[in-house]
């Protein structure tokens, strides 16, 4: 009778201890549900891309304020598109995760979409992130930024009896000054003797000139192939003037019914001021006659181009947007 006892006693350590290692499991197992999730930190990243204020989220290098800025810097030239970000998948391995980006830009009235990746790792006890540009875009590096340029669709032609094209697209020269070959400080006085040169306000032309962004061709005044004085030779001694080669929707003769098929030209301020969504500052309009009364028709829809642009200038196209040609 005594051995089964024996054997009975035996058995209560064996069985508290095999109940204690199960508890000591279960705690491990909540300090791991109830520890830093990275999926929290990946969310408040996203949200940083989509808003520029990255005030809250942790880096591995560098502060927040470093890195608004030079993502401010990445994303700059897009002008008012602003995107959307959210949280795909994120793989965690012990310290290090990897969240998936994606990225939603509206542009043109489509939408730009594509995914990128952000390593994060957990440092005394939080995620942080580890910045890199390609974040942003997963072809940039240090340097490169994105740009985004409408893309002006083909005029509509205006048309006589028969379907013959009264105005269509003639060869042009523009002059201007080009703001990336002046320097800053020298713009003013360029576009001043621009202007004595070609005969235009010249107070109104400087203020252009100045207030244009430092890649801006910022025309004086335009004329068809063959019909530019000789004296506008002398532009090429003025430092930053151009001559540009262009078309533009053109009578047959400056004189052939000038008033009532009208004028296309740069759009003003206040046609901007009155219509902001519609006219922005370069784009070209009908400013008078037919060309102004049927504008919405012959200017047609706006496209866009989204490019990588390096430090050197040197464009690479991520994305496109063709616009529709006026009627």
Not at 156 to 180: E, K, N
Not at 222 to 251: C, F, H, K, N, S
Request: proline share 6%; hydrophobic share 45%; with cysteine.
């Amino acid at each position: 009778m005594q051995a089964p006892r024996f054997a009975v006693l035996t058995l209560v350590p064996i069985m508290a201890l095999a109940l204690g290692g199960g508890v000591l499991a279960g705690c491990d197992a909540a300090d791991k549900i109830t520890g830093p999730d990275p999926a929290d930190a990946a969310d408040g990243l996203a949200t940083a891309l989509s808003s520029g204020k990255f005030t809250g989220v942790g880096f591995v290098d560098g502060t927040p304020q470093q890195v608004r800025k030079e993502y401010a810097g990445i994303v700059e030239a897009m002008g008012d598109v602003e995107p959307t970000v959210t949280v795909g998948e994120v793989d965690e391995s012990g310290a290090e995760a990897m969240a998936t980006l994606a990225w939603a830009w509206p542009v043109a009235g489509e939408e730009w979409t594509y995914e990128s990746k952000a390593e994060l790792t957990e440092v005394d006890g939080e995620w942080r992130v580890a910045w890199d540009p390609a974040m942003v875009e997963p072809s940039l590096i240090d340097g490169v930024t994105l740009d985004a340029t409408r893309v002006e669709p083909a005029r509509g032609p205006i048309l006589g009896a028969g379907g013959t094209r009264l105005v269509t697209d003639r060869p042009v020269v523009r002059f201007g000054i080009d703001r990336a070959q002046v320097p800053a400080r020298r713009a003013a006085e360029s576009a001043r003797r621009l202007a004595a040169l070609v005969d235009v306000d010249a107070a109104s032309y400087v203020k252009r000139v100045e207030a244009a962004g430092d890649k801006a061709f910022v025309e004086a005044i335009v004329y068809r192939r063959g019909e530019a004085p000789a004296a506008l030779a002398g532009y090429e001694e003025i430092p930053g003037a151009r001559v540009v080669t262009d078309d533009l929707p053109l009578a047959p003769t400056r004189e052939f019914a000038a008033p009532i098929l009208g004028s296309v030209g740069e759009v003003t301020a206040e046609m901007i001021k009155d219509d902001p969504e519609k006219y922005h500052l370069g784009d070209e309009a009908g400013l008078s006659g037919l060309q102004a009364r049927y504008d919405d028709e012959l200017r047609g829809t706006p496209g866009a181009v989204v490019n990588a642009v390096g430090s050197d200038g040197k464009e690479r196209e991520l994305f496109r947007v063709d616009g529709q040609a006026g009627e």
